[in-house]
């Protein structure tokens, strides 16, 4: 029995990995879960799978959990309340696997906790690998922890590639191993044929409804400006140990192909399936075995064309934004996840307007770009303080 805690457990990830668990009740015990203030769904989900612990960051919904399970009988679990309680669950010795599905540089500190402990940690938060890089890939390295790509893209990577590579995050040589490559697909998001000049009309609700995957709110705007295929930029870097130059972005709208690897000889390997996050998640959760994962396999007499096109960085800013900032260093690639957390926030709360996004996140980059980053510390203090000054460009945007 694998011994699982999930960070993030109502979220959408979160609920995907507790389906793929539910088809196999001989194989995972959930230990652990934990969220921020959803108490309705995480009582839902202690009643069907009786965790020892949870977590609820925010105190009252902590509280108002407790009062529930006590309704119902369910004195035996844990509730804790806090983000520090967040990395006392996930490096708990009652845990093997940790699947990091926080939303944002918020699960950073537990993330990296579980990898400090040497779980087997399941990436989903690639904003916390963006953030911290090489100071979350030497945590890795020095703890032993597995660490297992989630996001689709880096899962299909990971897939395709030869056996002996794979084990390694930060540490693989993909050029000896004959790869030419990486080539990240991304669908374009909602608004890939919309005329540039329409996109400061965008609403919240357009820009969540991605045409492939069902996901939550912050990351299905990341997609719409493609800011996403920056973060998994920067993820595929560090995972990878790869240089800017070794990956290149295409763009498949129809999301079958999930990225390739483009080898020396000419051979390019793909990993397909239908756009549905149970397979990676299913994939990570049993590697090196296969088990179901409940997703339909695809079916090719009735699928889409697969069509590819070159990215438009005039269209898609944040994503130039993103690759230059992998070039530029540590410093840019903080400023940049923490600005563009607070830009989709604004956004979203329709304070500011989706091409405003793009902007809010350059002059954020442009003002920290040449901060140095060594310790955790220094992230957690430069994302803070990018974080106020994005909001400063915010209010002044609003006056
Ligand atoms: P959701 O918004 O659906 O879920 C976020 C989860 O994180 C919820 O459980 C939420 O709890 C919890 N949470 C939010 N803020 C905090 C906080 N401050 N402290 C503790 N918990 C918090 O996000 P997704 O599931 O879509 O994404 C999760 C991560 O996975 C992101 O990093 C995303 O980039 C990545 N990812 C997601 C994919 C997808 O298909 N959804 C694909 C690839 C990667 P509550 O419900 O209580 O607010
Ligand atoms: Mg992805």
Redesign the pocket.
């Known amino acids: 029995m694998q011994k699982l805690c999930i ?8 609920k995907s990995t507790l389906d793929v668990v539910r088809l196999h009740p001989e194989k995972f015990n959930v230990v652990s879960l ?5 108490v309705e ?2 009582l839902e989900q202690c009643l069907e799978f009786h965790p020892n612990t949870v977590v ?2 925010s105190t009252a ?1 902590a509280e108002a959990l407790k009062k529930q399970l006590r309704e119902k009988n369910l004195v035996n679990i844990q509730v804790l309340a806090g ?1 520090k309680a ?1 990395e006392t669950l996930a490096e708990q010795d009652t845990t093997d696997t940790v699947m990091a ?4 540089a ?2 950073l500190l537990a993330t990296l906790a579980a990898v400090k402990a040497g779980k087997k940690v399941l990436l ?4 916390a690998l963006v953030t911290s890089g090489a100071i979350f890939i030497d945590a890795v390295k020095a703890s032993g922890a597995q660490l297992l790509p ?3 893209e880096h899962n299909a990577i990971f897939q395709c590639l030869p056996l002996g590579e794979q084990q390694q995050p930060g540490t693989c040589d993909l050029a000896a191993a004959g790869v030419s490559k990486i080539l990240l697909t991304g669908s374009g998001g909602p608004f890939r044929t919309w005329p540039i000049a329409s996109l400061n009309q965008v609403t919240p609700a357009q820009a969540c409804a991605h045409p492939n ?7 299905s705007v ?1 997609s719409a400006t493609m800011m ?1 295929k920056g ?1 998994e930029f920067i993820e595929a870097k560090w995972l990878f140990n790869l240089e800017p130059d070794d990956i290149q972005v295409v763009l498949h709208p129809q999301s079958t192909i999930h990225s390739m690897v483009q080898y020396k000889d000419g051979s390019v390997l793909a990993q397909m399936g239908n756009p549905d ?1 149970r397979t990676p998640i299913a994939h990570a959760l049993s590697f090196p075995q296969r088990i179901d994962s409940g997703v339909a396999p695809l079916d090719f007499f009735t699928a889409k064309a697969f069509e590819f096109e070159a990215v438009d960085f005039v269209k898609y800013p944040n994503l130039k934004l993103a690759i230059d900032a992998c070039k530029s260093g540590q410093g840019a690639c903080t400023a940049l996840n923490a600005a563009n957390e607070i830009a989709v926030d604004a956004f979203l709360s329709e304070t500011i307007k989706f091409t405003d996004i793009a902007k809010i996140n350059e002059t954020s980059v442009n003002k920290f770009v040449s901060e140095k980053v060594s310790s955790i510390e220094d992230v957690i203090a430069l994302d803070r303080r990018v974080r106020v000054f994005a909001q400063s460009l915010i209010l002044n945007a609003k006056h």
């Open positions: 960070l993030g457990s109502t979220g959408s990830i979160g934990a969220a921020h203030s959803s769904l995480m609820m960051v919904h983000a967040l599905a926080i939303v944002g918020s699960g989903a938060n690639k904003e989630i996001d689709s995957w069902d996901m939550g709110r912050k990351i990341d996403n973060l996050m």
